[in-house]
């Protein structure tokens, strides 16, 4: 089956999760093992964030292992991204790399650019995986920053995506960048994101619209939806949806 656009967040809160999982040893990993084998046929990639397995310690790191193991082996070729937003000196970051890329063997990532090259660049070294920078997010408090004007009258955001689409150019193709459905400016941006990864987050619960993606869905482009998948009566029939809207969204350009 052709793998569509739709990446589904593994986000999950014990407080939400169906009581039957909750007799589990571990809740977290059973949850999503069900979620992964109602939407598998429909996923490009899950992206769990790294906070909701961190906050219940060694079980939920367990839980988050055991997660990406299970999706690589039902199909290796669905990428999994954990979403952990790193962002710091580069001493520091060599080691989240090898977390993530080594140790939990994810394929792809997300990072904060705020500290700039340097703690962005020890993740370069791993050439066979995903790195999406954020550019413009889907959080309402994002204008607190990334749309203060710079010096050459440029937002900040677009600073950052510039400075993402010449990295991508000068070390390889997987640098990308996250930038939410929420934001009218995505309409803008399709031409100048043109072959560049990217993370779109915002639709679904946060009210993100499909139809705004039109024209900027590609190989490299993967539509993340989470609560409204997961947290629904039926995973499978909403993940579908999911996937038909944007195959459909696809095949009107």
Avoid: H
């Avoid at 040893?25 to 899950?46: G, S, V």
């Avoid at 952990?84 to 394929?107: L, P, Q």
């Avoid at 607190?144 to 400075?163: A, S």
């Avoid at 996250?178 to 993370?199: D, F, Q, R, W, Y």
Wanted: net charge positive; with cysteine; proline share 4%.
């Amino acid at each position: 089956m052709n793998k569509g656009f739709l990446c589904i967040g593994l986000d999950p809160d014990i407080k939400r999760i169906p009581d039957r999982f909750l007799k589990d040893i571990n809740p977290l990993w059973e949850f999503n093992k069900y979620i992964i084998d109602e939407t598998i046929e429909y996923a490009k990639a899950y992206k769990p964030n790294i906070a909701f397995y961190e906050a219940y310690g060694s079980n939920g790191l367990e839980a988050l292992k055991k997660t990406i193991e299970y999706v690589k082996k039902i199909d290796k070729n669905i990428t999994v991204i954990l979403d952990a937003k790193r962002g710091d000196i580069g001493n520091t970051a060599s080691f989240y790399a090898v977390s993530i890329f080594e140790d939990f063997k994810a394929d792809g990532t997300t990072l904060s650019p705020y500290m700039g090259f340097d703690s962005i660049e020890p993740f370069l070294k791993y050439k066979d995986k995903y790195i999406f920078i954020l550019g413009l997010t889907s959080n309402p408090s994002n204008k607190d920053f990334q749309f203060i004007r710079t010096e050459d009258g440029k937002f900040l955001y677009e600073k950052v995506i510039d400075k993402v689409i010449e990295w991508n150019k000068k070390y390889y193709n997987g640098i990308g960048l996250v930038i939410g459905a929420t934001n009218k400016e995505i309409s803008e941006l399709k031409n100048k994101l043109k072959g560049i990864p990217l993370l779109i987050p915002g639709i679904g619960t946060q009210k993100g619209e499909i139809d705004i993606l039109k024209g900027i869905l590609s190989d490299n482009v993967f539509i993340n939806v989470a609560r409204d998948i997961i947290y629904s009566n039926s995973p499978k029939t909403k993940a579908k949806f999911y996937f038909d809207e944007l195959n459909r969204l696809n095949n009107l350009i």
